[in-house]
């Protein structure tokens, strides 16, 4: 008997016990539910039917914004020793897009679910990371140890291409050899760019952004686009270009005919760290996806944060600002006014909440698109 026979026969065998436990529905669909953010707290919000603040709390730091990047400030704050401060969040539960969800079977992660290794000049990640007990040892480390568990070693991801399964995502199944060759080219320029530095010492293509090179001859790839730049440099393949199109979609929501080709390029090439026990392409992630770091550092945050707050209006002056804000939780609104406030939320809040809100600040943010 031939394995493909085998397979068919004993699939249809351990399918006969379960015949009569099918879905009284007789749908074909696992059961689920759409998940997203807190519409009505939203829409309240762009309605702006809140009432006027019944109280004044006033503080050293106000941060508004519980995802990732409002957790790492706090944690910032805390580390420098300033332990004075609150924390806001429109939804019911913290994360932004590192949420996630728990069921009878396992965690699961509704956004963000892995973390790349962090390259050398990440260094305040290395130290997160440490301080969360994910690196062991020394995180500025040319190749630091990371925590086993949390180290996700191939195979990684699978592409289901020609009828069979292969592993990773670049099509390689039933694919020409002068496209393979294409690929191949392709990928050997990355690794030369994720080596390739200026004349300061600055990668071409730094994590974090800031610290990529400033030299004209790459910053003018984001004049064109991710599709045109392939195409200048002889890559046609119909594969590659799918290849390509799907990172920019996956890490931009746009199509690679819409991506700048710098930020197509940074996608590839600013990934290069390292682990003392792990390929470069591991990544850190946990059944939650980034859940796992929400988990922690809420905890660091403790009764200083508050979900449910929605903040309606933005004031400020030369002594603080002042944040009117919605505490659902109490029916009630309240003003917090903070010698420093730290806005982690997303940003084309800022002109609809904030009075006089600088002109080039309201036109960079006005010209954001969100996927």
Known sequence: MKRRQFLAAAAGLGAAPLIGCSRKSGSTQPPGELRGGNFELGHRLARGDFPPPDETQRLPVLIVGAGIGGLSAAWWLDRAGQRDYRMLELETQPGGNSRWGENEVS??????????????????????????????????????????ALLCHAPQERLYIGGFWQEGLMPRL?????????????????NELKQTTDFLGRRAFA?????????????????????????GNGYTSPHLHWYVNYACRDDYGTDYGATSAWAGLHYFACRNGEA???????????????????????????????????????????????????????????????QQLIWAAPLFLLPRLADGLPVPLATAIGGLSYA
């Open 107 to 148: 965690p699961h992660p509704f956004g963000a679910h892995y973390l790349p290794l962090p390259p050398r000049e990440a260094v305040w990640v290395r130290e997160l990371l440490a301080d969360l007990g994910a690196i062991e040892g020394d995180p500025q480390a040319l190749r630091p140890r990371y925590d086993e």
């Open 276 to 338: 003392a026990h792990g390929a470069g392409d591991a990544v850190l992630t946990a059944p939650e996806g980034n859940g796992w770091m929400v988990k922690k550092l809420v905890e660091r945050v403790g009764p200083r944060l508050t979900t449910g707050s929605a903040v309606f209006r933005l004031h400020q002056d030369r002594k603080a600002v002042t944040a009117d804000v919605w505490l659902a939780a109490e029916n009630r609104s309240v003003s917090f006014e903070a």
């Open 174 to 190: 039933g694919v020409a050899a002068a496209e393979r060759e294409q690929m191949a080219r392709f990928q050997e320029r990355i």
């Open 207 to 231: 994590l974090p952004l800031d610290l990529s090179s400033r030299d004209a001859r790459w910053t003018a790839l984001d004049s064109i686009t991710m599709k045109e730049w392939l195409l």
